[in-house]
């Protein structure tokens, strides 16, 4: 069974809906014990860093997330629960996080003069530099949709399994490490590349990763 | 340039695709499901749903509708009409919508965008404005509410940056001379909205060939490009749009 965590972060109806799309069991739960009887976990999320990490902490989702990635429970985690992943988060005035991945969690910043919207959000191609299970049969520079303000920058290059460009920028799209991965975008809105990427989670072996 | 989306309209009226949709595959062009899948299917960027009748007593058909549109919707998906609480948005968002566009009852108080921005995030608030030519006006454009019925004396870009203010992440003007007519988008006023606010813009009302689309995501500066009649009637598919705008160096999808 996929739990999708419900820690007050947006509705996650969407999240739910693309699963029993590719005919997976997936159910929305809102505490740490029923979270921990899934065999998978999806960590969505929309809002505020603050706010986020404030509902983890409440439903003991915080060390729910952190032993699942000791004890290799494969972890999908979606726009700001990717950014939740990493040490820090620069939103809200500074936010620790989960500090499951090293790096940390920056504002897009742009000279006026260029006059680029944040959030970024819409359609964006990712770049694939390495391999991964997650991303099999997802062909360099697909389309994702993204909507956000803030992007993950991880320590090392090892952890960056996706790039993506906004207005010449470059930004980490895809994370991953052991069995924990996170996309900064949202695969149940990015058409068939998206349900593939959910699809490969449901079956994702991760006992030989790491 | 950023990508430019392609978001078909569903306009909706008790649960039916109003003006029906002319894909031969289709068993039942009025079906909104079944319109939904084809324009996934046919590479929409976005789609919206418009309950055009928005009435109290009709929002849980609505939602009933919406829910069964939204497992079958793998891009984002848009929901306006009648929407005019707090409630209303968190009932949209349940039944799978990612955001939705608020029209009259943004005019009629602000107050409520600015919360429903805080409440719900700025990318879920798109603001729907429905606009007419008046000469009067600077930007010789009115804001009219109430599905088009009401004139309100109101400037069309500087009610644009009035809702910018609030913290909406998107604006919609729709063009009353425009929509349905097939004969072009209002470009000026979706210029001018785009590059007074910044905010991305969704052109609508009015596409009736494929230069209309290209004409609104250049000289317009459109960000999204929505359109219901030439999708629902077969003109073109989505497809054929996409392949259009790519042929003349717009980037699309």
Same mark, same amino acid.
């Given at each position: 069974m996929i739990a999708i965590l419900d820690y007050g972060a947006g509705n996650l109806t969407s999240v739910r809906l693309a699963f029993e799309r590719i005919g997976a069991n997936a159910i929305i739960v809102d505490n740490a014990d029923d979270a921990r009887a899934a065999d998978r976990i999806v960590f969505p999320g929309v809002g505020s860093a603050r706010s986020g990490v404030d509902g983890l902490a409440q439903r003991g989702f915080h060390t729910l997330l952190k032993d699942a990635a000791a004890r290799r429970t494969p972890v999908l985690a979606i726009c700001l629960g990717m950014q939740m992943?990493?040490? *820090? *988060?620069?939103e809200d005035d500074g936010v620790q996080c989960l500090d499951i991945i090293p790096g940390s969690v920056k504002l897009f910043h742009f000279p006026a003069s260029q006059r680029v919207k944040v959030p970024h959000m819409g359609w964006n191609t990712v770049a694939l530099p390495q391999q991964h299970p997650l991303l099999a049969g997802i062909g360099q520079h697909e389309a994702f949709y993204f909507v956000h303000s803030y992007y993950a920058k991880p320590d090392s290059p090892e952890h960056t399994l996706g790039i993506s460009d906004y207005a010449d920028f470059s930004f980490c799209a895809i994370t991953g490490r052991g069995s924990v991965f996170g996309t900064q975008f949202h695969p149940e809105r990015s058409g068939d590349a998206g349900l593939r990427i959910l699809q490969n989670f449901t079956t994702w072996d991760t006992t030989s990763c790491c | 340039m950023d990508y430019v989306s392609i978001i078909p309209c569903l306009d909706m009226k008790d649960g039916r695709v109003v003006k029906g949709v002319h894909f031969v595959e289709l068993q039942d062009a009025a079906d909104p499901v079944a319109a939904a899948k084809a324009y996934c299917a046919s590479g929409a960027d976005e789609l919206a749903f418009l309950d055009i009748t928005a009435t109290v007593e009709k929002r849980r058909t609505m939602f009933d509708v919406l829910q069964k549109v939204s497992a079958v919707v793998t891009v984002p998906l848009t929901v306006g009409g009648g929407i005019r609480r707090l409630q209303d948005i968190d009932d949209a968002l349940a039944a799978g919508a990612s955001a939705v566009s608020i029209s009259s009852a943004a005019y009629r108080d602000p107050q409520f965008v600015r919360e429903a921005v805080k409440t719900f995030g700025a990318q879920r608030i798109c603001i729907a404005i429905d606009v007419d030519r008046n000469d009067a006006m600077p930007s010789k454009r009115e804001v009219y509410i109430d599905g088009g019925r009401?004139?309100?004396?109101?400037d069309a870009v500087a009610f644009a940056m009035e809702m910018k203010d609030t913290g909406a992440g998107r604006i919609l003007p729709t063009s009353k001379a425009c929509d349905g007519s097939c004969g072009g988008y209002d470009l000026a006023v979706t210029r001018a909205i785009a590059e007074k606010t910044g905010l991305p813009v969704i052109a609508s009302g009015g596409a009736g060939t494929l230069e209309h689309f290209y004409a609104a995501a250049t000289e317009g500066k459109a960000a999204a490009l929505l359109a219901a009649s030439v999708f629902h009637f077969g003109t073109f598919t989505v497809a054929q749009v996409k392949d259009y705008l790519r042929g003349r160096g717009v980037k699309v999808r």
């Open positions: 992943l990493f040490a *820090s *988060s620069e | 009401t004139p309100t004396g109101k």
